[in-house]
């Protein structure tokens, strides 16, 4: 067990819907990275926030969103979903963002199907 | 980050070390060395990372070459629950700009045969 937890585990839903992704981070940990998971393009970094404020970007998707609550909890917003969309999706949390070859600890996942 | 290099797959008998390569012939000096796996869909597990000196822990054993160019994980007792996709990371030490997540390839799918 990492330490961070995401939920749900499981999602399914339509095209041109719209879902949010949970994301606690370990206890103590300031920056919050999403990852997508697919099986034509493997683990792909979309994001990360620490401390509140977005701090890098990826192949993050414009009908994608994120944030982070002062609580450091984070939320991932996935609008006008396409088939496509259908992954898994992992949150990671470390200490601080202050360096870069820090360790990242990773979520259970949680699997969207878009139908 | 600096590109690696693994073995699509290997195949270690239950009990034995596994042993997995990684080159990474195009590294730099500040770069660090990083091992995660995941099992079956699983989020990826932290298992060890090093700069230049061979680390252990409780996992697994980093021995990285002296030209920092290759390093190998080592796995010292295989056992079933250790099948999984081990990826090696090489990743900039220090604050700078740029992403910030870690860049995973394809990884080395290891099967630990009973």
């Known amino acids: 067990d990492s330490g961070v937890t995401q939920t749900p585990k499981h999602l399914i839903t339509a095209t041109g819907q719209r879902v949010t992704l949970r994301c606690s981070p370990r206890s103590g940990d300031l920056s919050v990275y999403w990852y997508q998971q697919s099986l034509d393009q493997g683990l792909q970094f979309l994001i990360q926030y620490y401390n509140g404020e977005e701090r890098a970007k990826g192949n993050i998707l414009e009908r994608f969103s994120a944030q982070q609550f002062p609580d450091l909890h984070s939320e991932l917003n996935l609008s006008s979903l396409e088939l496509g969309d259908s992954a898994l999706y992992f949150c990671?949390?470390?200490?601080?963002?202050?360096?870069?070859?820090?360790?990242?600890?990773f979520g259970p996942g949680t699997r969207l199907l878009v139908l | 980050d600096a590109k690696t290099t693994q073995p699509p797959s290997m195949d270690c008998a239950e009990g034995r070390a596994a042993n997995l390569p990684c080159n990474h012939s195009?590294?730099?000096?500040?770069?660090?060395v990083y091992w995660y796996r995941q099992i079956h869909s699983q989020g990826p597990q932290y298992i060890i990372h090093g700069l230049k000196n061979n680390e252990t822990n409780e996992m697994a054993s980093l021995i990285i070459t002296e030209d920092r160019k290759s390093s190998t994980l080592i796995l010292p007792h295989a056992t079933l629950r250790d099948t999984a996709v081990y990826y090696c990371i090489v990743r900039v030490s220090g604050s700078g700009g740029g992403a910030d997540g870690l860049t995973f390839g394809k990884g080395t799918h290891l099967i630990i045969q009973p």
């Open positions: 195009t590294i730099s000096g500040n770069e660090y």
């Open positions: 990671a949390s470390s200490v601080e963002s202050g360096q870069r070859g820090e360790t990242q600890y």
